[in-house]
């Protein structure tokens, strides 16, 4: 577990890196030499509608969001989840444009499409995780009164963790299935070659988890259990739940349940580009997108068999997780079906 990886500072050669400083203006310079080299090569300025939304999320980052995070003496902290985040957005983002291209889609649509999903897809993981924690994300000040800034501060604070898979996963389809409605993409297709790559950034974004200490699983004596230090999340849930004193120090070993998931999600990844090139996908759009449902939501169920960090929902006796599971790969299978009869009367007529 390590929350914050390091600092950078808060000035540059005197001027504020962050605020109204050398940051906005290099955004401001990156935006505009990339607008001049599209017109130079295409003689058009394509999609400036993300430009424009781009400029307008990361400048308010820049000036009223990342100053209020700076640590006295220290500066703006890394934090390892943040990091992971932005590693896993970028690595998911290389893969489906790499598999636009070989499948002969618009790239540069398609960087559009996930620019847009990924907006989409962390809205929806907060959404999820502020609507399952949310009073544990209320603030109050010694005398029990409300703090409202301190409150809504801490249900958009990203950079100490806080995303649901699950709300990512639904958000970024809805994101992405309106965008391509609204552009006339092809929709199975698109879905098919951005499934490998979501899962690609699950895989990353679980090992964010473990350095936040999050997701982590339930009490385990097994050799590669591991130990989390005190004060982490699995220390204080330990103590909330009796199964340390209230003073100790001590942590007991848990599942690597994030280590897992990553190794899950790898192999899931492995295997949806494996599936995409067989014949029998590739002559049925929509059977990648749809067996990625289904994997991994049986993935996603055996696993929350081992956290612990989430109670029943519902009284339901199953976590929100595996309900939503549940759904998903129902979902999945209801498409695989649906898909394969589509092609089977298409090529019966």
Request: with cysteine; net charge neutral.
């Amino acid at each position: 577990m390590r929350q914050t990886l390091c600092y950078i500072p808060e000035t540059l050669f005197g001027c504020p890196l962050f605020g109204w400083g050398w940051g906005l203006a290099l955004l401001l310079v990156t935006v505009f030499l990339s607008h001049i080299y599209q017109y130079v090569k295409h003689r058009k300025i394509k999609d400036i509608g993300s430009s424009l939304a781009l400029i307008a999320i990361a400048g308010a980052m820049l000036v009223f969001v990342l100053p209020n995070l700076a640590v006295p003496e220290h500066g703006i902290p890394i934090r390892g989840y943040g990091f992971c985040l932005l590693v896993a957005i970028l690595s998911a983002l290389g893969l489906v444009v790499h598999l636009a291209r070989r499948n002969n889609l618009s790239t540069e649509k398609v960087f559009s499409l996930c620019f847009w999903a990924v907006i989409s897809g962390i809205l929806g993981a907060r959404l999820f995780f502020v609507t399952e924690y949310w009073r544990e994300m209320l603030r109050f000040d010694p005398a029990g009164n409300l703090l409202v800034s301190e409150s809504l501060f801490s249900f958009f604070n990203l950079a100490d963790g806080g995303l649901v898979v699950f709300g990512s996963i639904l958000g970024g389809i809805l994101g992405a299935l309106i965008f391509m409605l609204l552009n006339k993409m092809p929709i199975l297709p698109t879905f098919d070659i951005m499934a490998p790559a979501v899962i690609l950034g699950s895989a990353i974004g679980r090992i964010g988890c473990l350095l936040n200490g999050c997701c982590f699983g339930g009490v385990s004596d097994l050799p590669w259990a591991i130990v989390f230090p005190p004060d982490s999340p699995a220390h204080v849930y330990q103590i909330m739940h009796g199964m340390l004193p209230p003073d100790s120090t001590e942590v007991l070993p848990v599942h690597p349940t994030q280590i897992y998931s990553s190794i899950l999600a790898l192999l899931l990844c492995g295997t949806l580009l494996f599936l995409g090139k067989l014949r029998f996908y590739q002559h049925r759009s929509g059977l990648v997108f749809a067996s990625y449902m289904i994997l991994y939501s049986a993935g996603r169920f055996m696993l929350e068999i081992l956290r612990t960090d989430e109670d029943s929902f519902f009284g339901t006796g199953l976590t929100v997780s595996q309900n939503v599971s549940i759904l998903f790969g129902l979902t999945g299978i209801a498409l695989f079906v649906y898909v394969c009869w589509k092609t089977h009367k298409e090529r019966g007529t």
